[in-house]
């Protein structure tokens, strides 16, 4: 079988710079267009101008000082890299597209690629889906970037477990003495994952309980509050736990509109403020209609106060539980006041030391993989860090449920004794709002 030739858009490198190195035996082409567009992103502090940096290093490193027709091999047993010129435009491409862009030269070197290599199958490889259709309706085949993607988003992981029919012997010790209870005495669980929570059932009798990996047991989880924020069903009492863990530095917290992801991360921070020397929400900007920021009218503070806003009201609503003279809600705004809490943009964090803190990332399902790596990898001594998202509900253009940072993190980190997670499914935020998730 012959070798394929893949050709790669910009949007792919711009996902990840080390994405030629994910093709194994075949051939790897850049278009020239891809290298112009990559020039562009070169400066800047964005995650996808340090992709386009690293990208244009390991370009270099690998074609040394001549880069011939056939390309240079990327490595021993994989195929060779080139960098395509395109002279001219195919008529038939030409005549197909009004306008010369970008897309259409990257189009335009494939089409042509296909045409000099009738045996070989060329594969235009863009996260861009509109590109795709494109290159499919003029004959070529077209795929996302799948190297990082994972396999089954339905069966991804959900941190819970419903368990019918355990015995009265195996249920029983949940409710004796502290309520741990080693993993031998409950048989009908097969398989546990640490940190997973379970809800097991005996009749009407039930419990809820975590598996603890370190001591082979399972601690019974008891429904605690968190700065006047009770949780209202059984996985929001599981999350609530996870979060107050002081022995878990990693917990991602999903689920739709509704059901009390960022509240009860939010509560949890302020809940256990006096072991961390700051508390830090931070949420990614994604421009709504792709308008950059610069669009909107007023200063950087106006223009910022939009994005910022969910994470303001979350804040309300845990104020709101006292009153305005209740000592509690007086302290947040004595946090806000001497910055021991701070709401600031994802991109604002970049270069600071992340020691001691509890950071909240909202809206996670929005960033790559590589930013998701790149913030937990920043976290020092004493950091817990708490991811939340929407799986269902990405606004970034070229992710989806599959291929997002959070989705990438959880398939990754499940297992992990100081890592949990846990899917909320039941709305909370009112029945109106249960019933439009539901119906709309």
Not at 80 to 92: A, E, G, K, M
Not at 104 to 125: C, D, F, G, M, S
Not at 346 to 355: A, D, F, T
């Amino acid at each position: 079988m012959h070798h394929k030739i893949f050709v790669l858009d910009t949007n792919v490198i711009l996902h990840d710079a080390r994405c030629i190195d994910h093709f194994d035996e075949h051939d790897v082409v850049i278009p020239i267009t891809v290298l112009e567009e990559i020039d562009k992103f070169k400066r800047g502090n964005e995650d996808i101008h340090f992709q386009a940096r690293r990208f244009m290093r390991h370009l270099d490193e690998l074609t040394d000082s001549v880069l011939d027709v056939e390309g240079v091999p990327r490595g021993e047993g994989l195929g060779n890299l080139r960098i395509v010129l395109t002279p001219h435009i195919d008529s038939h491409i030409e005549s197909a597209f009004i306008s010369d862009v970008p897309d259409h030269r990257i189009l335009n070197t494939a089409y042509l690629l296909q045409q000099e290599h009738p045996q070989q199958k060329v594969v235009l490889v863009s996260k861009d889906i509109n590109l795709r259709m494109k290159a499919k309706s003029v004959g070529l085949v077209a795929e996302d970037y799948e190297a990082d993607k994972i396999r089954d988003f339905e069966g991804l992981y959900t941190g819970k477990r419903l368990i019918e029919g355990i015995t009265t012997e195996e249920i029983e010790p949940f409710f004796d003495g502290i309520g741990l209870v080693e993993k031998d005495l409950v048989k009908s669980v097969e398989a546990p994952i640490a940190n997973e929570n379970f809800i097991l059932r005996n009749g009407s009798k039930s419990a809820l309980a975590t598996y603890l990996s370190d001591e082979r047991s399972y601690r019974r989880v008891n429904k605690v509050s968190a700065y006047g924020i009770q949780p209202r069903n059984a996985e929001q009492t599981f999350a609530l736990r996870a979060l107050l863990d002081p022995n878990l530095n990693l917990v991602t917290v999903t689920g739709k509109a509704g059901t009390g992801k960022t509240l009860l991360a939010l509560a949890a921070a302020l809940e256990t403020k006096p072991k961390y020397r700051q508390i830090m929400l931070a949420r990614p900007i994604v421009p709504l209609s792709n308008q950059d920021l610069g669009f909107l009218p007023g200063d950087i503070q106006a223009k910022l106060d939009p994005y910022m806003q969910p994470l303001f009201d979350n804040l309300n609503v845990i104020r709101h539980q006292f009153g305005r003279n209740e000592q509690n809600a007086t302290r947040i705004e004595e946090m806000l006041e001497e910055e021991q809490l701070v709401i600031t943009p994802l991109s604002y964090i970049r270069g600071r030391s992340l020691q001691k803190m509890f950071f909240i990332i909202d809206e996670a399902q929005n960033l790559t993989p590589h930013e998701v790596k790149t913030i937990i990898t920043r976290a020092g001594e004493g950091t817990k860090i708490v991811l939340t998202g929407d799986l269902n509900q990405i606004d970034q253009p070229y992710l989806d449920s599959m291929s997002n940072g959070l989705s990438h993190l959880i398939n990754r980190m499940t297992g992990q004794s100081i890592y949990a997670h846990v899917t909320l499914e039941k709305g909370e935020r009112s029945p109106l709002a249960d019933l439009a998730s539901e119906l709309l």
